[in-house]
């Protein structure tokens, strides 16, 4: 598969369509299963609040992969992401309700590369607050 995105089509400062993603106590619980992270600060309210946390905190791993999908689903093929980054700069507390948190993300197109890629430049958000710094991707665009 390739992108869905030509690169001629795509001029810097392009947005791409902004989404959110729920982060629910039931959502982490099946991605402890999934990845083997069982560290109980991402399923145990009491141990979270005793390490210092406000509470159960989803993964970074978790917030990372649910920011990437901003650029997944607008360029039309996961394997065009060449090159994918991001600190993690506040933790996402998951509040045991059946909301839970929200990870808002947007992007826009930072760079235009050689080799028809771009570096798109995302931003994710929870309760106001930035979630994850220097989040970038470099995608092979058709």
Same mark, same amino acid.
Request: net charge negative; glycine share 8%.
């Given at each position: 598969m390739?992108?869905?995105?030509?690169?001629?089509?795509?001029?810097?400062?392009?947005?791409?369509?902004?989404?959110?993603?729920?982060?629910?106590?039931?959502?982490l619980v099946?991605?402890?299963?999934?990845?083997?992270?069982?560290n109980?600060?991402?399923?145990?309210?009491?141990?979270?609040?005793?390490?210092?946390l406000?509470?159960?905190?989803?993964?970074g791993?978790?917030?990372?992969?649910?920011?990437?999908?901003v650029?997944?689903?607008? +360029?039309?093929?996961? &394997?065009a992401? !060449?090159?994918?980054?991001? %600190?993690?700069?506040?933790?996402? $507390?998951v509040?045991?309700?059946d909301?839970?948190?929200?990870?808002?993300?947007?992007?826009?197109?930072?760079?235009?590369l050689?080799d028809n890629?771009?570096r798109?430049?995302?931003? +994710?958000?929870?309760? &106001?607050?930035? !979630?994850l710094?220097?989040? %970038?991707?470099?995608?092979?665009? $058709?």
């Open positions: 390739t992108a869905s995105i030509a690169y001629e089509a795509v001029e810097v400062g392009t947005e791409l369509p902004a989404q959110s993603f729920p982060a629910t106590r039931a959502a099946r991605y402890a299963g999934a990845s083997g992270d069982f109980p600060i991402h399923w145990n309210e009491k141990f979270a609040r005793e390490v210092g406000p509470d159960v905190i989803a993964h791993m978790f917030t990372m992969a649910e920011a990437i999908r650029v997944t689903d607008w +360029a039309g093929d996961p &394997g992401v !060449v090159e994918y980054g991001v %600190r993690f700069t506040k933790p996402v $507390a509040p045991n309700d909301t839970g948190a929200l990870i808002e993300v947007s992007g826009k197109v930072a760079a235009k050689d890629t771009v798109i430049d995302l931003t +994710a958000m929870n309760d &106001g607050k930035k !979630v710094g220097m989040a %970038r991707a470099v995608v092979r665009l $058709a």
